[in-house]
């Protein structure tokens, strides 16, 4: 029968080493060797980690004589801790404190005094509540919570340093509103199965629920709004949405037909002849007369030309505005407004991929967490986390592609890209003062294509090109000819589209980045006139378009 060694400190504990590892030890209590071993200063200011993880500890009553060692980390995750003592705040010096997969059901009020924490993971215990006490910790960053008992959240206030929120798998019901009292949260997952509805949250850049229940734009963004300042609260939360890749029911707000029985506009009665017509924006039902489709860019989640009530569509000429910088009208042309615009989309772009990436190493945290627990509930957790980080870097690749695109745009818009915004591309063909090739010195000067050549055009407009003084060569004749065809043939030829063109105005053409437009005459001015392969022709701002293909 092989009898159990009672636990020894191991030799290599004594070393210059800032982490004490002893994980797995089967441990039922704080080790005394190591509470005498501090007590005699053989590990005062050297071990700054001390890994416990993995073991059978019921209590850690004498946690405080290890306040000598000053620690910053103190790892307690999968043990056997039914409560923690009132001496855990002798630790003043903890930064980070794991307490995962542990019988947890309370915090002492003594976590307040843990003024350095940064870092308090307490998942898969059964927490029903928090200490008030726990508002003091003024430097909390990190809070995870998931797989607890929380029926509702917070029972009490929060940090509002909290930038990172776990409360996945509780029983909550609702959307917890005092959340929204976080002015530092940044990424927040909240994985319920009744979830169906969440208000924005403006500063929030990663946020991780359940992908399978499409939400519903929460009834609080109607209390107290109507025409057109409801249209744009609308727009603003559906971007909201789009920009964390929500996925979102557009008609689960709508007004049933059974609940209205006049237009919301004119007060018009429905009837058979007089049909009710839904805004696809405000939900609200109305008559035909005071319904249309938009002929403006629709918000994220509406079709290309959605039927809007008049409130909603002026909302919609103020988005389009916003997000294209400033709208084209003839003679217009792209300018500041549009690359502050784009730099401040990519300002945006790069903060979201700032915080997926930090949700996804967390992931990966958890997941070296849960690989040693063979139980059930270890394995879904690790599951768990396993998808979410799928499901994470699918969103990171999203946004990388879609940082790509800005910053092209962005290039371009600069003058980075070969296509310069403010002035006519350059053309392809040979231009007004160089030729071809370069001049060797005291040879005569390059006439561009069209100009008659010749040293003296001016006093011999007939001279024979090969018997007048100073007359190019032959070859050069050649070139010069050749130049000609290549400018005639770039008067009308092909063109690639290298950014979309909604056209605004009656007579121009709309454009689809990547498609090939042909061009029929290039005005002056910033427009050409251009014909696309179904015949559509009409006036196109040519800096949206390679100079030829």
């Not at 405000?282 to 994220?300: A, E, M, R, T, V």
Request: aromatic share 6%; hydrophobic share 35%.
């Amino acid at each position: 029968m092989k009898v159990k060694r009672p636990f020894r400190l191991s030799r290599c504990a004594y070393k210059k080493s800032d982490t004490l590892d002893l994980s797995g030890k089967q441990l039922a209590t704080l080790p005394h060797e190591l509470c005498t071993a501090v007590k005699q200063g053989k590990l005062v200011g050297t071990v700054k980690n001390l890994s416990l993880q993995k073991n059978a500890i019921r209590d850690i009553e004498e946690i405080n004589e290890l306040s000598p060692l000053n620690l910053l980390v103190l790892n307690l995750f999968s043990n056997n801790l039914e409560r923690l003592p009132a001496k855990l705040g002798f630790l003043s010096t903890l930064t980070k404190l794991y307490l995962d997969s542990n019988q947890l059901k309370a915090i002492p009020k003594e976590i307040g005094l843990l003024k350095e924490l940064t870092w308090l993971s307490m998942e898969n215990n059964l927490l029903t509540e928090l200490p008030n006490e726990l508002s003091s910790c003024s430097k909390l960053k990190t809070l995870c919570l998931n797989s607890n008992r929380f029926a509702s959240f917070p029972p009490t206030p929060l940090p509002s340093s909290i930038a990172i929120l776990s409360l996945s798998h509780n029983p909550l019901s609702t959307f917890p509103p005092a959340l929204l009292s976080l002015p530092c949260l940044t990424s927040l997952s909240l994985i319920l199965p009744s979830l169906n509805s969440i208000p924005a949250i403006p500063t929030l850049t990663a946020l991780t629920i359940n992908t399978s229940i499409p939400l519903i734009i929460p009834p609080s963004l109607f209390a107290g709004l109507t025409g057109k300042a409801l249209g744009e609260k609308l727009i603003g939360y559906l971007a909201w949405c789009k920009a964390l890749n929500l996925n979102i029911d557009i008609k689960g707000h709508w007004v049933k037909d059974n609940d209205a029985v006049q237009c919301s506009g004119c007060g018009e009665g429905f009837s058979t002849f007089n049909r009710r017509h839904h805004c696809r924006l405000c939900g609200y039902l109305f008559c035909k007369n005071c319904i249309s489709p938009s002929q403006h860019p629709p918000p994220p989640y509406l079709p290309p030309t959605p039927k809007l009530c008049s409130p909603c569509s002026t909302s919609t000429v103020s988005f389009a505005a916003r997000r294209k910088g400033t709208v084209l009208k003839e003679g217009a042309k792209p300018g500041g407004a549009e690359k502050d615009r784009v730099r401040e989309e990519l300002n945006n772009v790069e903060g979201e991929i700032k915080g997926a990436e930090h949700v996804r190493n967390n992931l990966v945290k958890l997941q070296n967490l849960y690989k040693g627990d063979t139980s059930a509930k270890g394995i879904e957790s690790l599951n768990q986390a396993k998808a979410q980080e799928k499901a994470m870097n699918e969103n990171l690749e999203e946004l990388n592609k879609k940082k790509r695109v800005l910053q092209k745009r962005l290039d371009t818009l600069e003058g980075k890209g070969g296509i310069k915004i403010n002035s006519r591309p350059a053309s392809p063909a040979v231009s007004r003062n160089q030729s071809p090739c370069h001049s060797p010195v005291g040879s005569p000067r390059r006439h561009h294509p069209g100009s008659n050549p010749g040293s003296n055009p001016s006093s011999n407009p007939n001279s024979n090109p090969n018997s007048a003084p100073g007359s190019p060569s032959p070859q050069r004749a050649l070139l010069r000819k050749a130049s000609a065809d290549k400018g005639e043939e770039e008067k009308k030829g092909r063109v690639k589209v290298l950014f979309d063109f909604e056209a605004q105005n009656e007579g121009e053409l709309g454009l689809q980045a990547g498609e090939e437009i042909v061009v029929l005459e290039k005005m002056e001015g910033d427009w050409w006139l251009g014909e696309k392969p179904d015949g559509t022709s009409g006036y196109f701002p040519f800096n949206y378009v390679s100079v030829h293909v």
